[in-house]
């Protein structure tokens, strides 16, 4: 990006984005209970390969508390910032080594982010058992990391800066 005013406007026009997004997806059923597509993250996996870690974090990190405040609760602050946080790291690390496309990276961060959220689940109610809805979740973050990963490269490709 060539001046500080025209990576601000990115960015916002991302945040703005993504919210859309969280939006949309709120009407969104669930096949598995608490599993969603994370449509938002299209917008995410676009900053973190054309312009970065900090400022797809910083996006990722607006997007997460104002869809918690305006189309969920604390908790799901909670479970969600997790989540984003864990799938943008595991993201950011996969993406440095090269050894996986974007849908790759898309997957490891869908399956990162609901791991991250049955931690969360644990930690929060003490019960060890939830644990076993894992499996339920990784086949949910496979398969959603797989359509973000194919959008997410799609935008990558089609939309320049």
């Known amino acids: 990006m060539k001046s500080r ?27 598995i209970v608490g599993v969603k597509i994370g449509l938002p993250n299209i917008v995410i996996v676009y900053l973190l390969y054309k312009v970065g870690t900090v400022k797809a974090a910083g996006v ?41 496309s974007t849908v790759g990276v898309s997957v490891a961060g869908g399956v990162a982010h609901n791991m991250a959220q049955v931690c969360v689940a644990v930690l929060v109610t003490g019960v060890g058992a939830i644990a076993y809805y894992l499996p339920a979740l990784i086949i949910g973050g496979v398969a959603a990391g797989i359509f973000i990963g194919i959008a997410g490269a799609t935008v990558i490709k089609r939309v320049s800066l």
């Open 60 to 100: 990722s990190l607006v997007r997460v508390v104002l869809a918690a405040l305006l189309f969920g609760s604390v908790m799901s602050l909670w479970y969600s910032l997790a989540g984003a946080v864990f799938s943008l790291f595991v993201m950011a690390v996969l993406k440095k080594t090269k050894l996986l």
């Open 5 to 31: 005013t025209k990576t601000v406007a990115l960015l916002g026009v991302c945040a703005a984005a993504a919210m859309m997004l969280s939006y949309v997806e709120s009407f969104i059923p669930s096949v």
